[in-house]
């Protein structure tokens, strides 16, 4: 089993910033991929950001240029910087890791960006 746990959520002005941190525990050997999510009620999940086992990353285009999915493997923790928020990045963010066959899942946090 995988154990992931998101921090650094809260409620941030349009144009702030925010670095959302998950922290990784039990079999941590075997992930691969890691990933952050976000979901408004009512919709989809979305992919926002993607770091595969070589370090490439990809990102939607929403958030292109704007945010950074990086990691420590020392702190067993992946991050996601988020700069010039916009009032559309209000959702709950979700980080996920991968072993090829099963994804895990964090709790989530809230992110609001206020007008």
């Known amino acids: 089993q995988v154990q992931l746990v998101e921090s650094g959520g809260g409620l941030v002005q349009a144009g702030g910033s925010l670095r959302l941190s998950c922290a990784a525990s039990?079999?941590?050997?075997?992930?691969?991929?890691m990933a952050w999510y976000r979901q408004v009620p009512g919709k989809q999940r979305e992919l926002v950001a993607y770091?595969?086992?070589?370090?490439?990353?990809n990102y939607a285009d929403s958030v292109m240029g704007r945010f950074t999915i990086s990691r420590d493997n020392a702190k067993n923790t992946v991050y996601l910087q988020m700069n010039s928020l916009k009032p559309e990045d209000t959702a709950v963010y979700y980080c996920?890791?991968?072993?090829?066959?099963?994804?895990?899942w964090g709790q989530g946090t809230q992110v609001t960006v206020s007008s």
């Open positions: 996920s890791a991968g072993d090829y066959v099963v994804d895990y």
């Open positions: 039990g079999s941590i050997f075997s992930i691969k991929t």
């Open positions: 770091m595969s086992i070589d370090g490439t990353t």
